[in-house]
T-cell receptor, first 111, second 114 residues
């Protein structure tokens, strides 16, 4: 069964701290997405990776294909970063692919 | 650029009733996705369209759920009849071409089945 596991499930940090959220998956993938979901439900796509590393502002996403693992880092965290962060892996299975989502990591950044 | 539009934003119905959700993707986006997100879980793909054709509907409960995208632009998702376990947020997303492109999400429709 293709699974996506995220850790931790919940994370509380102080403003300014460096944050890491982890995502592991069970089989080979062709792409991995990191998404941000704010209270109220709106989802924003942060990154799409198939290899290496991407950076956007204070956010950095990395992926290690051999270890089937990806991380999302937030530098100099801020209360407005409080949200649920979701990783989603795209697998090819048979004739079509399937996007499998993790359950999300709920991040709270305290001022 | 306008984002993905969804309506209604909220819907409360009784079990065994029918409900329909509407989505208008970003102009020019070929691929449209419907997801179901149950509280505390990540989204689950229900159906993916590329233009007006179905790419993946393997997780769509076809005995009660149906979806269409007749002209390859906007889409409707219908539940008939609804069950209590269908209470969830229904998210629509679109991307320019396929899963290798960024997905843009709508605000979602929160469905409560009583």
């Amino acid at each position: 069964k293709n699974e996506v596991e995220q850790s931790p499930q919940n994370l509380t940090a102080q403003e300014g701290e460096f944050i890491t959220i982890n995502c592991s998956y069970s089989v080979g993938i062709s792409a991995l997405h990191w998404l941000q979901q704010h209270p109220g439900g709106g989802i924003v796509s942060l990154f799409m990776l198939s290899s290496g590393k991407k950076k956007h502002g204070r956010l950095i996403a990395t992926i290690n294909i051999q270890e089937k693992h990806s991380s999302l880092h937030i530098t100099a965290s801020h209360p407005r970063d409080s949200a649920v962060y979701i990783c989603a892996a795209f697998y090819y299975g048979g004739s079509q692919g399937n996007l499998i989502f993790g359950k999300g990591t709920k991040l709270s950044v305290k001022p | 650029e306008a984002g993905v539009a969804q309506s209604p934003r909220y819907k409360i119905i009784e079990k065994r009733q029918s409900v329909a959700f509407w989505c208008n993707p970003i102009s020019g986006h070929a691929t449209l996705y419907w997801y179901q997100q149950i509280l505390g879980q990540g989204p689950k793909l229900l159906i993916q369209f590329q233009n007006n054709g179905v790419v993946d509907d393997s997780q769509l409960p076809k005995d009660r759920f149906s979806a269409e995208r007749l002209k390859g632009v906007d889409s409707t998702l219908k539940i008939q009849p609804a069950k209590l376990e269908d209470s969830a947020v229904y998210l629509c997303a679109s991307s320019f071409r396929d899963h290798l492109n960024e997905q843009f999400f709508g605000p979602g429709t929160r469905l409560t089945v009583l």
